[in-house]
C-alpha cells in the first residue's frame, strides 16, 4: 500500500520529461530563442549588456589566424579559463594558471604550443560535432571558501529554475572524487537540494542516494547555509529578466571575492533538480507560483 | 483547453476515419486477412495421344478435412470422368474409346493450413491397436515390414525405448539422416535400408515398415507440395496411428508429427496417383498457381497488393515503406511512454529492417561487433586529438573492416547465406556505428553502451512485430492504417504523464 501511496505521490507531484517539454519548454520558449542559452557567447553578450555579473571576458577568437594575436593579450593574465562557446557537458573547458612564465594545467606543465592546438580543436568543432565554434577565454573564478571547506577541489556550481522570473527550485552541484572536479550529476558529481527561501542545504543527492556528508571529506552538508543567498537569487532573478526566455535554468557561482556571478543558462535544464530537492517540480509551481499552477499552456 | 480540444478532436478523427473505411471494406468484401495469405489453384492437364484402342485413366481428387479446404471447378473435358469414393479416398476414372487425341483438365481450388500435432508421451507401445486399425500392421509389396531386414532395425532403434514418442522419435530420426536421393523411381522399404539411400517414396515406406513391425499402425500418404510452378513431381509422406488421430510425418523434409500449410493431401494408403492403360500416349503436368486471398479490392483507396500484381514493383518495397510509420510509431513509444531510450526514431526501425535481410542472429553479431570496434577505437582516437569528422572517417574505415571480417566469419560458419543481400543492413548499421560514435563523444562510452543495450532491446522487440505476418498483410491490405498511425502519433505527441521509468528515477523524490 505504501509503495502505491508513493508511486502516485510521484505522479501527482514530479514534472517528467514529456510534461517539462510540452508544458514548460515549449509554450515558454521559442525556438529561435534558444541558441542565446545554447551558445555562451551570445548569452555573455546579453549578460554583459544588462549589467549582470559574470566572468570576465578576455577575449574571444573563431578564426585559427587570430589565434597568436589574441593571445598576446590575454597571456598577461595569470589564470585564464578556456572554453568552446557551444560545448556541453564542461567538455573541451581548459583551466590554466601561470607560474615564472610556465603554463600549467593543474599540476601538468603546458606549453603554449598544446593551448594553441587546443584553442584550434574548439575552432575545428571538435566539441559541437563538426560545426565550427568560437573560443571564449574568461576570468578564472575562485570557488568561495564556503565551497572548499566541504571540498576543495573542482568548481561548484548553483543552478537555479525559473519559470516566467520566480526561481522555482535551487540545487548546487558538488564535485567529488568520483566525478574528476566535474559537479555534473550524470558523472559521479552531488546535487543538493536548497531551501530557497533560507538558502539552506538539503541532503545531497549522488545519482543513487541521499546523503548528509561529503562521501569524499566528511564534512557536513545538511543544514549549512549558502552565503549571499538572497544576492544569488536577486541575481537569478535579473538574469531571467534580460532573456525572452520564460522557463529557464539559471548556473551560478559565488566566487572568493567578487561573490555571485552567472556562468550559464540552459534553456532545457534537467529534471534530477527533483530528485536533489525530494519536491516535485509540480508542488513547486504550486507553492511559489500559485498563479501558473494550471499548466496547460500546449496546443 | 481549447487547443488541446482541438487536436484530440483532430487526433480522433484521423484514427477514427480509416477504421471505419477499414470495416466498410471488411463488409463489401468476401476476403478474409487473417486467413493464409495465398490460396492455391491446381490445375491437373492430362494429354492422351491417338489410340486405336480403350483407355482408361484414374487418379485422385482431394477431399477437404480440417486442416484443407478444396473446391472443385468445372471439369472443360469432352470426357467427364466419374467420381467415386474408394478406401476413404475420392477417385476419379476415365473411360474412353476415342481414338482422337484427348486432354484431362480437372481445376481445383486448395486453402491450406500447417498442423503441428503433439504426441502425448505418456502412450505405450503395449498398448494394443483397436481393431480397425489392424489392417495397416500387415506387411505389403513395398512394406515389408515381416522381412527379417527390417524388424532387425526397427528393434535395435526401439531398444529400451518404451514410448511411441521415443519410438517414432528413433525411427524418425534414423530415416532423416539417411542420405537423399533426387530420384522418383519407386523404392520399398527393403532397398531403402540396403542403399541407406532414398527420396520420399522410399524414406515414407521405410518409415511405415518400421512402425508396423514393431506394431505401431502406419500408412503413406500422397499428394502435391504446392508452390507456383507446373511440376511432375508428386510427394509421399508417412501418417502414423497415435491416439486416435493419424499423425504426419515428412522425414524426407524434416516435418516431424507437422503438415506445412501447402502440403495438398489427395489418398491415403500405397497408390500410384496415375494409374493408366498401358497402351497409350500420355503426358500430365500438374499446373499450380498461387492466388491471393487478402484481396479487398472494394472501396480501397488503393489497392496494393493490386499494384504489386500488375506493376510487377516489388512487394518487399512497398512493405519496407509502410511499415516504417508504424516502426516509428513504436519507437516513439518506447521513448515517450516506456522512456526507453534508443538513437533516435528511425534508426531502430531501420536497423529491425537489416535484420530483415541478415537474419536475427547474424544480424546482433554484426550489430554488436561494429559497436564494439567503434568504442574501443575511440578513446586513442580522442586521446590523439583527430579532429571530429576525420575521427569518425576513421571509425568508417574500422567498421567496414570489421563488416567484411564478419560477413567471411558467418559465411564461414554457415550462419549468412550467401546471396544475402547484406548492402542496405550494412549501411544502416554503419550510420548506427557514427551514431554510437557520437554519442561516445558527447557522453562517454558508459552512457553510449547503455543507448546501445537499449536500442538493441527496443530493435528486437520492433523486428518481431514488423516481422509478423498477420501485421505486413494487414498493413499492405489496409494501407489507410497509416493515417491512423498519424492520429496516434498526435495524442503521443500531447501526452504530458511520466514515462514508466521515470516512476523509478523519480521514486526517491518522496523519500522523507
Redesign the interface.
Known sequence: MKIIERIRTVANSVVGMNQRNLELIYPNNHREDYKLADDKYLAKGIMEDNCIACPKTFGTIDQIGRIAEVWEVVKEWNRLVIKPAKGAGGKGILILRKENKQWFKGQTPIDEEQIFAHIANIIFGIYSFGDSDRVLIEEYVQPHHFFTDIYPAGVPDFRIILLKGIPLMAMLRLPTSASDGKANLHQGGLGIGIDIETGMLKEAYDGKQHLKNHPDSGSVITGKRVPFWSRVMELSIETAACFPLDYLGVDLVIDQVKGPMIMEVNVRPGLAIQIANKQGLKEAIVEYAPQFTNLQYAS | ????T??RIIATSMIMIPLVLIIVRLWSNQHHVFEPGHQYDVNYQFEIGKSDDEYQIKTYLPLSNERQRVSLKNQNNSNRGTIMIRNGNKVIEWKSSNSNEDSIDVNFEFIGEARQYEIDPAIRLDELPREELKSFLRPTEYIQSDDSIIITKAQQLASDKATIKEIVGSFYEYVFNMPSAQTSALTDAVTALHLNRASCNGKSRLLVAFCRSVGIPARVAGGLILEETSKKTSHLWAEISIGDHWVPFDALNGHFAEIPANYLELYKGDQFLITRSKNIAFDYTYVIDKTRINHFPNFALFDIWEIIDEAAIPAEMIKILLLLPLGAFLVSVFN?II?IKTYGLFLPVLISFAFFNAGVIPGVILFSVMIAVVAAINYPLEKG?I???SKIAIMLIAVVVTALAVINLLHKTQWLNASIPLFFPIIILTIVSERFA?KT????VG?ALNLYLSTLLVTLVIYYILSAETIQNFIMTFPEIICSLAGLNILLG??????VT??Y????????
Open positions: 483547453m481549447k487547443g488541446i482541438t487536436s515517450n522512456g586529438g579532429q571530429y569528422n557520437r563523444e558527447e557522453e562517454g552512457q500531447k501526452w504530458i504523464g511520466l514515462r521515470e516512476y528515477r523519480f521514486y526517491k523524490v518522496t523519500s522523507k
